[in-house]
């Protein structure tokens, strides 16, 4: 058992001795005892996650579905809403001001990770394609909330996405864990940070529609 006398403590205890007065040799025994607490943590379910992104805009449920201790619980649809057809090509804007992807790692000890991303063609409702448009991603920015770990990086500037695998966001082993979100803010209702560019060749005034397809691996950057 451990005695601990502190300058500050003595100098009290002396000063309150046989009235104030301090003896020289006199000695102040104490005691100290121990107890314990604990705590177990385990692996995230990812039932109870939010979004770290919650401005997004022309999307009112961005939740994917995806749950556990590495997951995509949430990614925007993101929508370009109703273009007119231009008598040359054209770059048409999306309407969401902030559209996103958030990675949750709750698998403890920051392993890293990767977040990739592919696209569909635009089919309209027809069953045709657009042919030749190319959405495109720029001034991707990582964001997170209430979380001081280091945070993962977009791998670049700009994205033409295709139906080739491309990363995105990079967690190398100490970075992401928690969640983090990538997101492509600009001006809400014409963000120009997401683009559709449509060759007049081939355009049709109907409907098109493509699938963007998040790919998240446990394999760090």
Excluded at 97 to 111: I, L, W
Excluded at 186 to 200: A, F, I, T, Y
Aim: hydrophobic letters at 35%.
């Amino acid at each position: 058992m451990k005695k601990i006398i502190t300058t500050a403590t003595f100098a009290l205890l002396a000063a309150s001795v046989c009235g104030g007065v301090a003896y020289a040799g006199e000695a102040t025994e104490f005691t100290e005892s121990t107890n314990k607490t604990n705590v177990t943590l385990t692996a995230g379910s990812g039932t109870d996650v939010e979004p770290v992104v919650p401005d997004d805009t022309h999307d009112d449920d961005p939740s994917t579905g995806d749950t556990g201790s590495l997951s995509i619980p949430f990614a925007s649809n993101i929508t370009f809403g109703q273009q007119e057809i231009k008598q040359g090509d054209a770059d048409y804007y999306a309407l969401n001001k902030s559209p996103y992807v958030q990675v949750n790692d709750t698998r403890g000890g920051a392993k890293g990770w990767t977040l990739g991303v592919t696209i569909s063609p635009f089919v309209g409702e027809n069953g045709h394609e657009l042919k030749g448009a190319q959405m495109t991603l720029s001034n991707g920015q990582v964001v997170t909330k209430n979380n001081q770990s280091t945070a993962p990086t977009i791998t670049q500037k700009s994205f033409d996405l295709n139906e080739q695998y491309q990363d995105v966001m990079l967690a190398k082993e100490g970075q992401g864990a928690g969640a983090f979100a990538a997101t492509f803010r600009g001006e809400d209702g014409e963000n120009k940070n997401v683009k559709l560019h449509v060759p007049r060749e081939g355009v049709e005034a109907q409907a098109y529609s493509a699938e963007i397809t998040w790919v998240l691996t446990d394999a760090p950057a």
